[in-house]
């Protein structure tokens, strides 16, 4: 059973950091990209970064300069360091995972975790 388990998230200071890390089972996910998706209370889930196999990160405009995406193949994690956080970042952050092949999220074939509260105080 494939099983994406994010963590890391919590409550933290506007200007603080924290990093998120999202654990992958039931397969190997090394050709597979993986990424990050965050939702806002009412709205419809964004997707804030992801990694190609080759670990070449696309960025949110949002959040450019401020988060990276990072990966280790061999222990099927994806992290996602943020920095410089705002209170505007407040979400539920989901870890996700498609094949590389595919051309979009939310298909049949791609993975999601259950998502990780990070709440930023001003």
């Known amino acids: 059973q494939v099983q994406l388990v994010e963590s890391g998230g919590g409550l933290v200071q506007a200007g603080g950091s924290l990093r998120l890390s999202c654990a992958a089972s039931?397969?190997?996910?090394?050709?597979?990209?993986m990424g990050w998706f965050r939702q806002f209370p009412g709205k419809d889930r964004e997707f804030v970064t992801s990694?190609?196999?080759?670990?070449?990160?696309t960025y949110a405009d949002s959040v450019k300069g401020r988060f990276t995406i990072s990966r280790d193949n061999a222990k099927n994690t994806v992290y996602l360091q943020m920095n410089s956080l705002k209170p505007e970042d407040t979400a539920v952050y989901y870890c996700?995972?498609?094949?590389?092949?595919?051309?979009?999220?939310?298909?049949?074939?791609?993975?999601w975790g259950q998502g990780t509260q990070v709440t930023v105080s001003s």
């Open positions: 996700a995972a498609r094949p590389e092949w595919t051309a979009t999220w939310g298909t049949r074939l791609g993975y």
């Open positions: 990694s190609s196999a080759n670990g070449a990160g």
């Open positions: 039931g397969r190997t996910f090394s050709n597979y990209i």
